[in-house]
T-cell receptor
């Protein structure tokens, strides 16, 4: 079956670093995506990993270990505007894109 | 470049009434998705199109939901009749192909009363 697990909520302080974990069990694997979603808005694309390792893009980095079915999103130098939900999504080998329930991050001053 | 456009943004209907949502994907994007998102949850795939062909509709409640993507561009999603449990945000997304990231529209927030 399909299962994507993320923590429901996290809190952090402005300027800090936070790591949001995602574990998955899916029917095959063809890439993992991270999306950011502010309340009442559409998800926006953050990162894509298909090979093992770390992808860095500015303040955001994403890591993938396919053998462990594990990914994390690392947010550095947190800003208040980073308060949002972060969605982990896996593309299965059938090209179906499956989303986790999301991690709601609150950044405090 | 225009993003994914959906309409309407909001819709309130009484139960048992029909409702339709419209989506115009990014130009040149062959893959189109319809997702449903309940409050505090991640998006749940309803149907995926590759051009005009529905390649995955396994999670579409076919007794009341229908979708079409004529000419492989715009798409409509219909619910008839609507039930209270259909209240959710309906998101449309598109991608160039099945291997690239999906871009989402603003969604249609449906409230069934």
């Amino acid at each position: 079956g399909q299962n994507i697990d993320q923590p429901t909520e996290m809190t952090a302080t402005e300027g800090a670093i936070v790591q949001i974990n995602c574990t998955y069990q899916t029917s095959g694997f063809n890439g993992l995506f991270w999306y950011q979603q502010h309340a009442g808005e559409a998800p926006t694309f953050l990162s894509y990993n298909v090979l093992d390792g770390l992808e860095e893009k500015g303040r955001f980095s994403s890591f993938l270990s396919r053998s462990k079915g594990y990914s994390y999103l690392l947010l550095k130098e947190l800003q208040m505007k980073d308060s949002a939900s972060y969605l982990c999504a896996v593309r299965e080998d059938t090209d179906k894109l499956i989303f986790g329930t999301g991690t709601r991050l609150q950044v405090f001053p | 470049e225009a993003g994914v456009v959906q309409s309407p943004r909001y819709k309130i209907i009484e139960k048992k009434q029909p409702v339709a949502f419209w989506c115009n994907p990014i130009s040149g994007h062959n893959t189109l998705y319809w997702y449903r998102q309940n409050l505090g949850q991640g998006p749940e795939l309803l149907i995926r199109y590759e051009n005009e062909e529905a390649v995955d509709d396994s999670q579409l409640p076919k007794d009341r939901f229908s979708a079409e993507r004529l000419k492989g561009v715009d798409s409509t999603l219909k619910i008839q009749p609507a039930e209270l449990g259909d209240s959710a945000v309906y998101l449309c997304a598109s991608s160039f192909d099945e291997n690239t990231e999906a871009f989402f529209g603003q969604g249609t927030r449906l409230t069934v009363v």
